[in-house]
């Protein structure tokens, strides 16, 4: 995986921060940051755009273990939003390993 290409990446949890995600469009930037003391996953990384989350990088995701086993920073926007059949607005990412490592915040739920 090169430093500057962009990989998509679906996001989880969208179902709870509907209204958030709301107020965003495509091509904004979005900032990663790992919440170490989420009490569902000591390796959380929330998505999060205009400071409110919009979701999470999924648990099994090779970006989860290049950002926080191998330390790599990335940049990332929102690449497509995209209306399911529930009627549930799901988050796409367009992310490139670049950059400072990505920070900490602590838990806050929805």
């Known amino acids: 995986m090169g430093a500057k290409t962009p990989y998509a990446v679906g996001l989880a949890g969208e179902r709870s921060y509907q ?3 709301a107020a965003v469009g495509v091509g904004e930037a979005v900032v990663l940051v790992h919440e170490p003391d989420n009490p569902y996953d000591e390796r959380a990384i929330a998505a999060t755009c205009h400071g409110d989350t919009i979701g999470y990088v999924p648990r099994d995701s090779w970006l989860t273990a ?13 690449k497509r939003l995209q209306r399911g059949s529930e009627g549930i607005t799901g988050v796409t990412l367009q992310v490139r390993l670049d ?3 990505i920070g900490e915040r602590d838990y806050a739920p929805a």
């Open 66 to 78: 290049a950002l926080l086993d191998e330390v790599k920073g990335c940049s990332a926007t929102i």
């Open 99 to 101: 950059g400072k490592p």
């Open 19 to 21: 209204a958030q995600i």
